[in-house]
């Protein structure tokens, strides 16, 4: 019997790059993701076929391990090992995947193509995961079979999606709650057409920074100090700035959190552009196109807020625009940037929308 699972990508909000570091973080499913129609093969072999690439692999030798050439595939082979690892019942299928959603934009592709996996094996094969397990066991494929140390966050926003409502992540105490999202305020999604890649190793060097920092600050995580504390303390420049990004981020969430219960999203907005300041000067994960994008979106009446979206060093911004003004905005934004940088960018406007299905 054919079946069919559904993940969204995501934008965060607010909170870059406090999950690792058992911090809080916003963020929303967005309208755009990856689908997976299949069924089961009766056999040892899976085989998938994505737009213009197929890949086979057989369990009858044994897990899977990650592939060197068609690495996409890896995201979906990371999860069904995972799976088998933890004793499910997950054996041979065919499948095809299809997505909305740009691959390199920072939009969370790898967490929805992980997300849909998984809940396609569970309903395949006819078990079940409780949400936090299905996001949770997700993040450790990518960290273990792909080798992205991410944290929790795109993985949950994947699964806890819903309609108008912002995702609010507590990466520490594992709990997450959805918090309405003010009426007359959408959110215009800006790709920079710079990819945006994690293996790079930056990511990784930016969590043993921080890592660094809690240390030398004799806490657990960054979670548990402030950035007052991390002005006081004996770091190195570049390793302050780290935790100054991070601490920051964390009470700008707190902070949102009320403003977003309060209806207030213009206030929502201006923790959006410090956010951003932050990620440029501080934590250093932002380019000069991103650099572009939130300076243009800051030109344009009906713009609230902006900042880059999602793990950095490429990819996209978000915009907390005026609601029924994105045609004018986007267009406003397409052109400046073309003028500005000299290449085009792309604009989504996005509905918050529910998570896998
Ligand atoms: C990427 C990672 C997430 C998170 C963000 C930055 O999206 O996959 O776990 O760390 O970067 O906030």
Redesign the pocket.
Known sequence: MQMTAYAPGRV?LL??????NEGV?LSAAIDRGITITGEASGGSLISLQSADREVTIDLANGLPEPLATNTWANYLLGVVRGLLEAGYPVAGFSAKISSTLPTGA?L?SSAALEVATCLFSEKLFGFSLSPLDRAKLCKRAENVFVG?N?????QVSSVFGAENAAIFLDCRAETVANVGFPDGFELLITDSSVKHE?TGGE?NERRAQCFEAAKVLGVKALRDTTSEAVLAAPLDDVVRRRALHVTGEIERVFRGVELLRTGNGAGFGELMWASHESSRVNFENSTEELDALVEIAHQIPGVYGSRLT??GFGGATVSLIDAGKADAISSEIQKRYVEKVGIECKTYLSRLSQGAR
């Not at 991410?150 to 795109?154: E, R």
């Open positions: 965060e909170g870059n790059h406090t999950d690792y973080v920072g969370s992205v991410c944290g929790l966050l795109d994690l990511y999602g793990g």
